[in-house]
């Protein structure tokens, strides 16, 4: 019974130390706060919002080198014939892996709120590196998020981007990791 009881523990540990450093990875810590990762990466920030209720989304993205961007974003699945296109428009995307950002309402071509739903949203180099897009999905749902999301520290300090729904006046959360508090954090 006890040897069951420590290896259920060691088990939960492992996943503990296995699920923490795939949130933190190594260097998450560093004091240099440059993207000195030198790779092109895109995310939707939250990753699913509300238009009906004033959310909006904010896409983050990082390029090699300066381009004229287009921006499509469709309903379910990209198709080639934008059968399911529900919103384009253009941008210009720095490069030198500075972080880029867009914010989007929730509103298609016509003006008005997109339907619930999965959406994908694609940046196409407007240029002669328009084979290498980057795209992302996200959600758009009917009722404010009620949980809060916590972005991954991409600076290299010790901030995080937390998203969400949340109380006025609150100071203080609990945060929980695998149904196990890990304390309170000051916000």
């Known amino acids: 019974m006890i040897i069951n009881k420590c290896k259920r523990q060691i088990a939960l540990m492992l996943v503990f130390v296995i699920m923490l450093t795939l949130v933190f990875p190594i260097g998450t810590f560093a004091e240099d706060?440059?993207?000195d990762s030198e790779e092109k990466y895109i995310r939707a920030i939250p990753k699913l919002f509300n238009p009906s209720a004033g959310e909006e989304i904010t896409i983050e993205w990082i390029f090699q080198i300066d381009h004229d961007t287009i921006i499509k974003i469709y309903r379910n699945n990209i198709d080639d014939n934008d059968e399911n296109l529900v919103y384009e428009s253009n941008c210009y995307s720095h490069?030198?892996?500075t972080p880029n950002y867009w914010t989007w309402d929730g509103r298609g071509n016509d003006g008005e709120i997109v339907p619930p739903g999965r959406y994908i949203i694609i940046f196409i180099p407007n240029d002669e590196f328009r084979d290498f897009p980057l795209k992302t999905a996200f959600g758009v749902g009917t009722t404010a998020a009620v949980d809060m999301e916590i972005d991954p520290n991409m600076g290299g300090n010790n901030e995080f981007?937390?998203?969400g729904s949340?109380?006025?006046?609150?100071?203080k959360i609990e945060l929980f990791f695998d149904n196990t508090s890990k304390g309170l954090i000051e916000i």
């Open 95 to 97: 490069g030198d892996y």
């Open 161 to 163: 981007r937390v998203h």
């Open 166 to 171: 949340i109380e006025e006046n609150t100071s």
């Open 33 to 35: 706060d440059s993207n």
